[in-house]
């Protein structure tokens, strides 16, 4: 049986990621550094922070600014980032996915999301869908970053479902990584997750009936 199933926001339910690369885009111009949407993939999953300073330390200004000035390009970034998902509605929810939600809570099955972002209850408003989750996880309380499990093993524990009985589903390597290792079953949606345990390349192409096998036949 399946205790929960856990997503990811950002790329899984709706294509936020194209957002946080047009904005790390525009920030990245202005400080003179390569950015493009192949390095962009090391960014997903990751939080604002973290990918700021992978950022830097390609266009080699590791050390070029203070601590308080890479605060206030952060910000910066987060700025054009709110600007682009003011336009969010309801429409841009990746194509089967509330469907899918509804499906399985359909099931009695708790959902829960695992998103690494400060803007995840600002989306999910948007979509108007956040009343399909039944928890999701505080980024302000998780200390560990994805790849590290904490933030899915703090949503399964919160939904008392055990990992182990529970599903993820990510579009970020480092997410895949995360899923795996507080032991759920891993579905990968997008490109470069060979890792995952059940990989498709587009929303449309996740079926409930085909998840729910796969998982049972792993078991
Ligand atoms: C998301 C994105 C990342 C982003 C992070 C932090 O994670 O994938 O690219 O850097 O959130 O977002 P914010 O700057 O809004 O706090 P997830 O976990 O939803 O994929
Ligand atoms: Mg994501």
């Given at each position: 049986h399946i205790e929960a199933v856990v997503f990811d926001l950002d790329g899984v339910?709706?294509?936020t990621a194209h957002y946080h690369y047009l904005a790390w885009k525009q920030l990245a111009d202005e400080l003179g550094i390569p950015f493009d949407e192949d390095f962009n993939e090391n960014l997903k999953g990751v939080s604002r922070v973290e990918s700021l300073t992978l950022i830097?330390?390609?266009?080699?200004?590791s050390d070029a600014y203070t601590?308080?000035?890479?605060?206030?390009?952060a910000s910066q970034k987060n700025?054009?980032?709110?600007?682009?998902?003011?336009?969010?509605?309801?429409?841009d929810i990746l194509p089967g996915m509330k469907e899918l939600i509804e499906e399985i809570r359909?099931?009695?099955?708790?959902?829960?999301?695992?998103?690494?972002?400060k803007n995840a209850q600002t989306v999910l408003h948007a979509l108007e869908i956040e009343h399909l989750f039944d928890y999701c996880a505080d980024v302000a309380k998780i200390k560990q970053s994805k790849p590290d499990p904490e933030i899915f093993l703090t949503v399964c524990e919160a939904l008392e479902a055990d990992p182990a009985q529970?599903?993820?589903?990510?579009?970020?390597?480092?997410?895949?990584?995360?899923?795996?290792g507080s032991g759920m079953y891993a579905v990968g949606v997008g490109s470069y997750l060979e890792?995952?345990?059940?990989?498709?390349?587009?929303?449309?192409?996740?079926?409930?009936?085909?998840?729910?096998?796969?998982?049972?036949?792993?078991?």
């Open positions: 339910i709706t294509d830097l330390a390609n266009g080699n200004q601590d308080s000035e890479i605060e206030d390009l700025e054009y980032y709110k600007q682009l998902i003011q336009q969010l509605t309801p429409e359909s099931e009695s099955i708790p959902v829960g999301l695992a998103s690494v972002s529970s599903i993820g589903v990510e579009d970020a390597k480092v997410g895949v990584q995360s899923i795996q890792q995952a345990d059940l990989m498709v390349n587009e929303t449309t192409e996740l079926s409930w009936t085909q998840i729910k096998q796969a998982f049972l036949h792993k078991q």
